[in-house]
Structures are given as C-alpha cells and as structure tokens.
C-alpha cells in the first residue's frame, strides 16, 4: 500500500478528475469535516449535522465514487470516495489495483493502519478464492475502507483528484474518524459498479 500513498502526493499535482467536487468547493467541505458532529452533504453541497450511532449497512457505487451509510433503511450520511489505481473493473487478483464487487462485512477495525484507520472489508470470499485459483493466481486481501496516508491529513478532500489507492475504498481523515465509531464490525457492505 506504499506506493499508494506516493501516488496520492503525485496526483496533487494533476489537474482535477471528473468524479471530484468542483475546486471552488473543497475549502468548505474541509472546513465543514474539521467539525466533529458535522458532515459535507455531497447532493445538497451544505453543511449539515452528523448523526450519532451505529449504522447497520454500507453501499458503495463505484462508477459514482459514492459511498453512503444506513440506519433503519435510511442514508444518514454520503461521502465521495477515491479507488483503486486500476480501474472501475472488479478485482480479480491480487495486485490489479481494483476494488472487489460484491457482497462483504466489516471483519475488522485497524487502528494501527498505514492510513488514517481502517476498516477491513471481508474479501475474498470463497467462490472468489477459488476462482482466482481456477485461473492459476491469487484473489488478493487486505482490502479496506480507510483515511489518507499517516502524516498526510493536510490533503483533505483533495484526495479525490484522483483514484490513488491499491484497491481499497479512501475518504478524508475526518470521516474516517466518525466512519470508524459508527460502523461495528459484521456491517454488511455492497460494492457495486
């Protein structure tokens, strides 16, 4: 997961992607996050409060770089996300750069990750291990929902310029933070494109 992180400090420097918020909007979404009991509204563009408590389910569009969270069938909180280097593809190996598509748990919290926490998505699961080994390779792990890169906080929501990482699911270290508290591990996850 190194080289993602060098590639996040790399694509500060490139112009903006299509699935980022528009530049004029980052410094108050940063703003908006640095409050604890606060969230970015992605679809209002508002700052809004962040609602207390567990949440029971997460839903991740790819090919919208949207994740959202439910309590009780309803959203109680949206995030933009960065994914991995290698596409919108589902990971088929390990080592593609691709985040998996399917149907997960959180199997467990990270508190010591290389980024600013994790949350480790149950992949692969067994039909996709063996499909991998069908096909003579490895399906990959250590697939997660996590933060920027330790020491690397100041990027904020410019993270989203560009999909940086090596397969995993990134947003700011301040959702991260309220992500981490609210999500038990055994929170069902889809990952769809």
Known sequence: MKSGAALLLLVLMLPFG???ARPTTYAQIDRCLAAPAEAWNYRSKACEPAPAGPVDRIYIDKSDHWMAVYRGGQIIREFRVA?????LKPKS???DGRVP????TISAHNPDSAYH???RISYPT???SAAAAARGGNAGSDIMIHGLPNGHD???IHHLKFDWTDGCIAVTNREMDWLYMAVRDGTPVEIRT
């Open 18 to 20: 299509a699935h980022a």
């Open 83 to 87: 994914l991995g280097v290698g596409g």
């Open 93 to 95: 190996r390990l080592g």
């Open 101 to 104: 598509e399917g149907l997960y």
């Open 117 to 119: 926490l994790a949350l």
């Open 126 to 128: 067994p039909e996709q």
């Open 154 to 156: 100041a990027i904020g």
